[in-house]
């Protein structure tokens, strides 16, 4: 893949996951399958397809895949950024990663915190969470505590630098495939442990497989040349019905960030260049439409009873769209 189809990739797996994190607040909207597993949810989902509010519900319980793509693509950048260095030096190459991760999440964190302090009129959480979701050990000890919640992914992404650190850089990829299929077993020995697959969830356990897909991509890519075709267009509809299917039974389900990864480039290759250019700016900016977009939510919510929910939506993107240009035009102009 070249460099825009990653930006495409991107803006379309951040999009969605903006429209998933304000949707499935709504009313009425179908709860997602995303770190535990519900087949009632999943017969609510398609029951209340029937509905006016169909996009809605959509986005609501589908949404969260675009997290899936975020991890294949951080696979495939670090294979392709690092894997032909024969020396990488593992303090600078963490605390570069830590450092693009942190600054967000203090500002994020901090932003979200007075907002919240300004709506409720106190803080929202104590002292020790905050200081347990700054260094990005909250994951592992209570996660369902974050706050806003969507900053989860941040403490995940790190785990995964140091995941290709240990067992990817100068390393073929049988390490990093047996402990992605460790993973995948350990998450269907308890079924009936819900919680422990949450956790999982949160951490890098519940997303080796699209990372390890993102990296056997960038390493084999020129032995599997993607270009459209009826074969591709074949197995990204076949790949649409397997993440439909998987809904239906918790094994199949926890291989959906497989089918998603692979129907997003598929479908990324029938995008037209200039259409991927128009989203560019969103992909590129990412990492900054992912911190902003839970505080504008805070702030479009209250109105949406009055307002409406498709309405909402569109005020919710826009203000989010509008709030990251501001901050990169001063970024850019003082920074």
């Not at 709506?119 to 996660?143: D, K, W, Y």
């Amino acid at each position: 893949m070249n460099r825009l189809e990653c930006s495409t990739l991107r803006c379309i797996a951040i999009v969605s996951i903006m429209l998933h994190n304000f949707c499935h607040w709504l009313p009425g909207a179908a709860p997602e399958n995303e770190f535990s597993f519900s087949l009632e949810q999943y017969y609510y989902f398609w029951n209340s397809l029937l509905g006016k509010d169909f996009i809605i519900q959509i986005f609501s319980f589908f949404g969260h895949l675009g997290v899936p793509v975020f991890v294949f693509l951080t696979g495939y950048g670090l294979a392709q950024k690092y894997d032909k260095m024969e020396q990488l030096e593992w303090k600078s190459f963490l605390y570069n990663h830590w450092r693009k991760l942190f600054i967000p999440l203090v500002v994020g964190t901090f932003v979200y915190l007075f907002v919240m302090y300004v709506i409720e009129g106190h803080l929202v959480c104590s002292v020790s969470r905050i200081i347990a979701q700054l260094t990005m050990f909250l994951n592992f000890i209570s996660p369902m505590h974050l706050l806003p919640m969507p900053y989860w992914y941040l403490g995940m992404t790190m785990q995964l630098y140091i995941i290709y650190l240990l067992f990817v850089h100068r390393h073929p990829l049988t390490p990093l495939l047996l402990l992605t299929i460790a993973s995948l077993v350990f998450m269907a020995c308890f079924v009936g442990f819900p919680q422990v697959v949450v956790v999982s969830k949160f951490n890098c356990v519940g997303w080796l497989a699209p990372l390890c897909i993102g990296i056997a991509y960038s390493r084999y890519q020129a032995k599997v040349h993607v270009e459209r075709g009826c074969w591709l267009m074949g197995l990204s509809c076949l790949s649409l019905i397997l993440v439909l299917l998987c809904g239906f039974n918790y094994y199949a389900w926890l291989l959906t960030p497989l089918f998603v990864v692979i129907l997003a480039v598929g479908i990324v290759k029938y995008i037209p260049v200039l259409l991927q250019q128009r989203m560019d700016y969103i992909g590129r900016n990412s990492l900054y439409f992912l911190i902003v977009h839970p505080i504008t939510r805070e702030l479009i919510m209250p109105i949406v009873p009055i307002i409406r929910g498709h309405i909402g939506m569109i005020l919710y993107l826009f203000t989010t769209f509008f709030v990251v240009y501001v901050f990169l035009l001063v970024k850019n102009k003082f920074w």
